[in-house]
């Protein structure tokens, strides 16, 4: 609600020509709410903050050590403490809002594997979560079932979606307490090739990494290991029953993909998750994501008319690939050299964008222009999720953290939707002396320098007005884009969907100062604007508005 103040005036009462009340004039301000212009969420649009639930905020430190998970690690290969209560304390805090962050992707937090690989550079558990033991249950090192219910309903109540990480393309690699699943389940050889589509979805990714047969209809039984875990955790019966009802309901074989496939939308059904970010998709046969979806889907609206209270809008159920190396240019189509797949058809409304940190630095009407046009055409009502860092790109666009303005303008400003990878916002280091590999971009989360560094507030404060300013208005991530004048650089934004329209103006490499942005043909003469990061009122008079400050960014609003 937005608050009004209102002046009242309390004028003396004349009945003929007699003063009843000689009382001078007074003046009352009355407070009153209006409601505010209600900001439809749009996948499209959206801006997720996604993090590593192990490496971002520590809620209780009481479940940092389960399974004797003991042995020394290589450098940040090991658990670090990151929980789902921490998450959900940070959300309490505003903290998200503050980033007008609207949908929170965290990596997996079902049971992992209880031992540790050792790959020759040292020891490593399944901190990251994608090397999953059991997907019937939380992994205690992340938290509990009802850690998890409270984050999703915290979130809820914050208008924050949820996305699971999950995986259907592998289980997690075999150690001495993790024995491998049975050969009707999986494949363990031979190792993708990634040269044509049955040298990389029938393989396995890395030595270790047993592969899903997500291609097989051929009925399989349970692993005698899983009913054994079960038996002992006193579930053994509820795991089967259900599993009947599932499988009598959907008339599906008793295929490995299938088993997970209910394992995974249970999530759904008992949770009301908003989506799915999907692991290594280009590994998988497409139909089981057809499958995947329509599960999904089916759960999800199982769950809304279970919990019509808590519905926060009719989108329906999403799910973003990550299909790796695809690319928005490509358009629908993801070329495996023999074969092109439209996963898109295949229930996926977005796919991760692999190209975006690529264009980072090229002009930003090119940018913008490039994706605004690919968006309404070949992607028409489907989107990309741009990113700039992630867990396990070592070539991140600003591996130095040296241009945290640009990657923010860059990142928040061009169509699609944005994934904020944790502390981009705060600069975290991506170079961590004594790492392998990826570990190197999987530093905790850097609170200490947010809480003292002035310099990192000020980056932060930025990330934070132009992520709000980007959740406010749809038309951001899912408007079209249209330049206004190159010099200064001045472009709009329209978004349109039945009787909800949105415009806004944004400037970026503006001279510091007295400035005079055109606006002429977007926004009338007379028309009243606020520029949200300078926090200032102006008026658009022959076709321009004039600010004067020592920013060189400009996001402006129609004043309501």
């Not at 999950?166 to 363990?188: A, I, Q, S, Y």
Request: hydrophobic content about 35%.
């Amino acid at each position: 609600m937005k608050k009004l103040l209102v002046v009242l005036s309390v004028l003396p009462l004349f009945i003929g020509c007699k003063q009843v009340e000689k009382k001078q004039q007074e003046t009352q301000v009355v407070e009153i709410e209006t409601p505010e212009k209600e900001v439809p969420f749009v996948w499209e649009g959206a801006n997720i903050y996604f993090l590593l639930t192990d490496r971002f905020n520590n809620g209780n430190p009481e479940n940092d050590v389960n399974f004797d998970r003991t042995e020394e690690t290589a450098v940040l290969r090991g658990f670090e403490g990151g929980d789902i209560q921490g998450i959900t304390q940070k959300i309490e805090e505003g903290y998200f809002t503050d980033l007008g962050i609207n949908a929170i992707w965290f990596t997996p937090v079902v049971e992992q594997i209880h031992g540790a690989t050792d790959e020759g550079t040292g020891k490593t558990y399944g901190y990251h979560g994608y090397w999953a033991k059991d997907w019937t249950s939380i992994d205690p090192n992340f938290g509990t079932k009802k850690d998890l219910e409270k984050l999703v309903k915290t979130a809820h109540s914050k208008g924050i979606r949820i996305l699971l990480d999950v995986v259907l393309n592998h289980t997690g690699p075999v150690t001495e307490k993790d024995p491998v699943w049975p050969d009707d389940w999986v494949r363990t050889g031979p190792k993708c090739e990634f040269t044509t589509y049955e040298n990389t979805t029938a393989c396995t990714l890395v030595e270790n990494l047993p592969d899903i047969l997500t291609e097989s209809d051929e009925t399989v039984e349970l692993p005698d290991a899983l009913l054994a875990k079960w038996k002992e955790e006193g579930r053994l019966s509820k795991e089967l029953d259900e599993l009947q009802l599932f499988f009598d309901r959907t008339g599906y074989p008793r295929a490995p993909r299938y088993y997970i496939i209910k394992w995974l939308t249970d999530y759904i059904n008992d949770l009301g998750v908003d989506g799915f970010r999907v692991d290594t998709v280009k590994h998988v046969n497409e139909n089981a994501w057809s499958d995947l979806y329509k599960e999904a889907e089916y759960a999800f609206q199982t769950w809304k008319k279970k919990h019509q209270n808590q519905i926060l809008d009719d989108n329906p159920f999403y799910m973003v690939g990550e299909v790796y190396s695809y690319g928005i240019s490509s358009g629908r189509d993801f070329n495996f050299g023999d074969k092109k797949v439209d996963f898109f058809n295949h229930g996926f409304k977005s796919l991760i964008n692999f190209e975006f940190k690529s264009d980072g630095d090229k002009s930003y009407e090119t940018i913008f222009k490039k994706y605004s046009k690919l968006l309404h055409t070949k992607l028409k009502d489907k989107s990309v999720l741009n990113y700039l860092t992630s867990h396990d790109d070592g070539a991140p666009y600003d591996k130095d953290r040296t241009k945290p303005y640009r990657a923010a303008n860059v990142l928040l400003l061009t169509p699609g939707a944005s994934q904020v990878y944790y502390g981009d916002e705060t600069s975290r280091s991506l170079i961590i002396e004594g790492t392998e590999g990826d570990a190197t971009l999987r530093s905790f989360m850097n609170w200490e320098d947010l809480d003292s560094l002035p310099e990192i507030q000020k980056i932060h404060k930025h990330w934070q007005k132009l992520g709000q300013f980007r959740a406010s208005h749809p038309a951001i991530g899912a408007g079209k884009h249209k330049r206004l004048a190159k010099s200064p650089y001045v472009f709009s934004r329209t978004y349109v969907n039945g009787e909800y329209r949105d415009k806004v103006i944004v400037g970026l490499d503006l001279p510091k100062g007295k400035k005079s942005l055109w606006v002429k043909g977007f926004f009338g003469d007379g028309t009243k604007l606020y520029d949200t990061y300078s926090e200032t009122e102006v008026t658009v008079t022959n076709g321009k508005v004039i600010l004067d400050n020592g920013f060189d960014i400009a996001l402006l609003e129609l004043v309501e």
